[in-house]
């Protein structure tokens, strides 16, 4: 048998058992993932918070991950939305993320750093606790963020989730 | 010594930033930057840099400043250097810059220096902290095309278009020309350019996580170069000189490509298959047929973060360079199958593990290999590469 093709034929074996590794690992990743998201692994322990002159009593989770995505930038009014976040070892941003955003803090950081270096955008603002959070929502009319559910809310507002 | 100087300054300007971004008062400013250091092994061939001894050209650093002036007027610029082997050597030079006027949220304009939307990740192909492989795909990402399709010089239109219930649709078009800085120049190059550059990207979103879409471009490059007399009578010789001939060989290659997407994050997970064409041309100011090739290359890519600090992924790309005048031997396909391991070790730094089993000798060049023929090079070949970025 010529040397070129039994290294073909090799390759071929070698790449076969490589794509059957990765489906066996793809389906067991995806079950994890699936189960994850039936189970709702990190409770909504969190309250979204608006000014307190925001008109909008609620919103959909979809329109608040465009928003904090950065693909929506204004409320129905025009108002521009100045979205605010916590840090990233905050069990309260690991809750808003994992039950709004539908992903991990580290894939939303992911997200951020292909937006910021490739120059389309910069994230929101991190602040370092309820208060700082409730004190900026409390100041821009604009804002959006999220607290603790036992936060006290001062010059915002609740706004619920649809 | 000036590398040194780069990186010391570097290396002051992450400090001092971190330093600034820890205050909890959100700033107008917002500065980021990254400093990678990479080290690339081959079992055989040399490959993007002296490989087969190991090395560690292989670095990057860039910092970046970007500013929303009002709530819909935004500018930014990335100071960017580093090298690949043969490539970038530090030049220090300006990544990206713009201005940005986001009218709506379906309406805003920028110009300026523009990374090029292309794919899902050629505008992140230098954000090493955005993504899991060291080496995206080289058979849609080939890093050795840096210096020509990562960014263009003109204007850009873009927006996101709310489809109610069938998610969100995003569109980018683009329009400049590209400055070719990676070009050798000698005493025979006239001119080099690329008179124009367009395209254009469309990606909808149906739901949270997944986006699919396709996205193309067309450019041209102009290459005029007065050949030497020994060269000069070759051609005469083979009658290859027109008549009218002013003595300035010049070489058009238009380009056309494109490249359809999709991709699926969920949680953890992260999935996603490319694959493309482009279409080259060269038409050249001698008698001689107009050549041209189609290029091919796809590839699927699975990412899965298992914890806080451990993310594997793997890929299989395949390239195929010219698939009509296809020779069927070694330097007409390049198979690729990849496997990192990233690792988180704090919020700001990571490290990357990766091995490529290679099959195939396309995508590797004469220059870096003594010369040789594609097709006489090693068939099947091993990469390792180790990559650690600081980043804030």
Not at chain 1, 79 to 87: A, C, G, K, L, S
Not at chain 2, 131 to 156: C, D, H, K, M, T
Not at chain 2, 235 to 250: I, R
Request: with cysteine; charged share 20%; proline share 5%.
């Amino acid at each position: 048998m010529p040397k070129s093709f039994s290294s073909e034929l090799a390759f071929r074996s070698r790449r076969r058992r490589l794509l059957w590794l990765l489906a066996v690992l793809l389906v067991g990743v995806s079950w994890s993932t699936a189960r994850r998201a039936v189970a709702g692994e990190h409770p909504a322990d969190f309250r979204m918070v608006v000014h307190k002159g925001n008109p909008m009593s609620s919103a959909s989770r979809e329109f608040l991950t465009d928003v904090f995505l950065k693909r929506v930038s204004q409320w129905n009014g025009g108002e521009t939305i100045h979205p605010v976040d916590q840090r990233p070892n905050s069990s309260v941003r690991k809750s808003f993320s994992e039950n709004v955003l539908k992903r991990s803090v580290a894939a939303v950081r992911s997200y951020w750093q292909q937006r910021i270096f490739s120059g389309r955008d910069v994230p929101p603002p991190e602040l370092d606790s309820d208060d700082a959070v409730v004190s900026y929502v409390g100041s821009h009319p604009g804002a959006v963020g999220y607290v603790s559910v036992g936060a006290k809310l001062g010059e915002a507002r609740e706004l619920t989730i649809d | 010594m000036r590398r040194t100087g780069l990186l010391l300054f570097s290396c002051s300007s992450l400090l001092w930033a971190s330093a600034a971004g820890a205050q909890d008062a959100p700033s107008s400013v917002q500065i980021h930057g990254f400093v990678s250091q990479g080290f690339i092994k081959t079992t055989e061939n040399n490959y993007l840099a002296q490989s087969k001894r190991g090395s560690f050209d292989f670095s990057e650093v860039g910092i970046n400043f970007t500013d929303a002036l009002t709530d819909k007027f935004r500018v930014g610029i990335q100071l960017f250097a580093h090298e690949l082997g043969p490539l970038g050597k530090y030049a220090p030079q300006f990544d990206w810059y713009y201005l940005d006027y986001r009218f709506t949220d379906w309406f805003g304009v920028r110009g300026g220096r523009t990374k090029l939307p292309w794919g899902l990740y050629n505008e992140a192909n230098d954000v090493d902290a955005g993504r899991v492989p060291i080496l995206l795909p080289q058979s849609l990402y080939p890093v050795a095309n840096r210096e020509f399709l990562f960014a263009q010089n003109g204007g850009e239109i873009y927006g996101d278009i709310s489809l109610a219930a069938a998610g969100l649709l995003e569109y980018r078009a683009y329009g400049g020309t590209i400055f070719l800085n990676g070009v050798d120049t000698s005493a025979q190059l006239k001119d080099y350019g690329a008179p124009y550059m367009f395209g254009g990207r469309l990606m909808w979103l149906p739901f949270e996580g997944l986006q699919l879409g396709g996205s193309a471009q067309k450019l041209r490059f102009d290459i005029d170069y007065v050949p030497t007399p020994d060269q000069l009578a070759v051609y005469q010789m083979q009658g290859l000189v027109p008549a009218n001939f002013s003595g300035t060989v010049s070489v058009k290659i238009p380009i056309a490509l494109w490249v359809t997407s999709i991709e699926y994050q969920a949680h953890d997970l992260l999935l996603a298959a490319e694959y493309g064409r482009s279409y080259i041309e060269e038409k050249i100011n001698l008698l001689i047929p107009t050549p041209s090739m189609v290029n091919q290359g796809g590839y699927g890519m699975a990412s899965y973060r298992v914890n806080s600090w451990f993310t594997p992924g793997v890929y299989y790309s395949a390239l195929f360079p010219d698939i009509h005048h296809s020779q069927h031997n070694r330097a007409s396909y390049q198979h690729d199958v990849a496997l990192t391991l990233r690792y988180d070790l704090t919020a700001n730094w990571l490290v990357k593990l990766e091995q490529h089993y290679m099959h195939g000798t396309a995508g590797l060049t004469t220059a870096l290999n003594d010369d040789k023929p594609l097709n006489t090079l090693t068939k099947d070949w091993g990469v390792f590469l180790v990559k650690t970025t600081a980043y804030f």
